[in-house]
């Protein structure tokens, strides 16, 4: 379980690299449509901020649907309201992230949305130490209990 999660906080911190950058190359290259912006992404001659974007939201999916899957392993492997409630809240942190960065993708990234969507983040990072935390502290539970039988 540590290294599981020592993974989803190194796949976070990826995550927050790429969204650097993106933001990066929306705020240096602003585009007047989402049209715009998607053509630019894949064009040959743009910046190379504006081609990496790209990759932001596809890591951001898979490291996200990679940390929610692991809060809920975490709460099965290490029963408890602890890490049910971590599980929860990563769950519901992820589920509001990616409404935001999809908001933030339509509206061409302003400033505030991006200043949310980097609040959602950190929220999503504390989330995940926190949901670490209390798994790595709990006491494992055994999946099958055997019973005795005495003769």
Same mark, same amino acid.
């Given at each position: 379980l540590p290294w599981l999660? $020592?993974?989803?906080?190194a796949g976070a /911190?990826? =995550?927050? $690299?790429?969204?650097? =950058?993106?933001?990066?190359?929306d705020t240096l290259f602003p585009v007047d449509? @989402?049209?715009e912006g998607i053509a630019?992404?894949?064009?040959?001659a743009s910046h190379l901020f504006v081609q990496l974007r790209v990759f932001h939201p596809i890591i951001a999916v898979v490291v996200g649907a990679y940390t929610v899957a692991l809060g809920w392993f975490a709460a099965q492997q290490r029963p408890?309201? $602890?890490?049910?409630?971590?599980?929860?809240?990563?769950?519901a942190l992820f589920a509001a992230?990616?409404?935001?960065? @999809?908001?933030? !993708?339509?509206? /061409?990234?302003?400033?505030?949305?991006?200043?949310?969507? !980097?609040? @959602?983040?950190?929220l999503v990072w504390i989330a995940m130490v926190i949901s670490a935390t209390v798994a790595l502290a709990a006491e494992r539970q055994p999946v099958l209990q055997m019973s005795r039988i005495e003769a």
């Open positions: 999660f $020592a993974a989803g906080l /911190l990826l =995550i927050g $690299a790429s969204g650097a =950058i993106a933001a990066l190359g449509s @989402l049209a630019n992404d894949f064009a040959a408890g309201r $602890a890490t049910w409630l971590a599980a929860v809240a990563l769950t992230q990616f409404v935001v960065g @999809l908001v933030n !993708l339509v509206l /061409l990234a302003p400033v505030a949305m991006q200043l949310i969507h !980097l609040l @959602l983040a950190d």
